[in-house]
């Protein structure tokens, strides 16, 4: 059991709008900033937003993160066959005094 | 261009040791802190252990905590994950990566414990 819950899966059509949630507690989510990860089949994960909201050199702007209080979210707009991966949001535990994963989200574009 | 690559990994028995290698390049390494996560076969990701970057400073996961130590050799541009009392459930891909943030990450090296 992750410390962080997501949706094991979430999907869409091309083109749409698919968002992910991360959910956690006051001693990761609401002290600290959430990164979330894409890991294609077969690879190694990638960083795809840091801080919550902001996005490294590359990252296209369909992908956007947010946090509200002990929750966070991922958003993937103009949604692309090739954004079918597993998604991972992050955190540090200041309980834990470590980092913790989300239990990942696998993305289906149907 | 940044680059990390693990290596290290391969069979051991249960109660057994293993120490894993990841060598940087392309960035100042002493400069950042960094990170170990691993990915049992077919599961998620799992957050390992971290150092800082002078090496002073380390955490670890609950699962690991007492068995694995984390080291970095500066001059040499290297992490370690020294593992010892290894179990069955620490069978997994072990990834480094840079940073607390964890970018990037290295192509992974798997670390197999049975029997």
Redesign the interface.
């Known amino acids: 059991q ?1 410390v962080l819950t997501q949706p094991p899966s979430a999907s869409g059509t091309p083109g749409q709008r698919v968002t992910i949630s991360c959910s956690g507690r006051s001693s990761n989510i609401g002290s600290n900033t959430v ?1 979330w ?1 894409q ?1 294609l089949p077969g690879t ?4 795809l937003v ?2 919550n909201s902001q996005r ?1 050199s590359g990252v296209p702007d369909r992908f956007s993160g947010s946090k509200s209080g002990t929750s966070a979210s991922l958003a993937i707009s103009g949604l692309q066959s090739e954004d079918e991966a ?1 998604y ?1 949001c ?1 955190v ?1 535990d200041d309980s ?9 989200t696998k993305l289906t574009v149907l | 261009e940044v680059q990390l690559v693990e290596s290290g990994g391969g069979l051991v028995q249960p109660g057994g040791s293993l120490r894993l290698s990841c060598v940087a390049s392309g960035f100042t390494f002493s400069d950042y802190p960094m990170t170990w996560v691993r990915q049992a076969p077919g599961k998620g990701l799992e957050w390992v252990s971290a150092i800082s970057g002078s090496g002073d400073t380390t955490r670890y996961g609950d699962s690991v905590r007492g068995r694995f130590t984390i080291s970095r050799d500066n001059s040499k541009n290297t992490l370690y994950l020294q593992m010892n009392s290894l179990r069955v459930d620490d069978t997994a891909v072990y990834y480094c990566a840079k940073d607390w943030k964890c970018d990037p990450w290295g192509q992974g090296t798997l670390v197999t414990v049975s029997s």
Do not use: C, E, R, T
């Open positions: 992750s990164n990860y890991q190694a994960p990638k960083l840091y801080s490294p597993d991972y992050a540090w834990l005094n470590g980092g913790v994963f989300g239990g990942g």
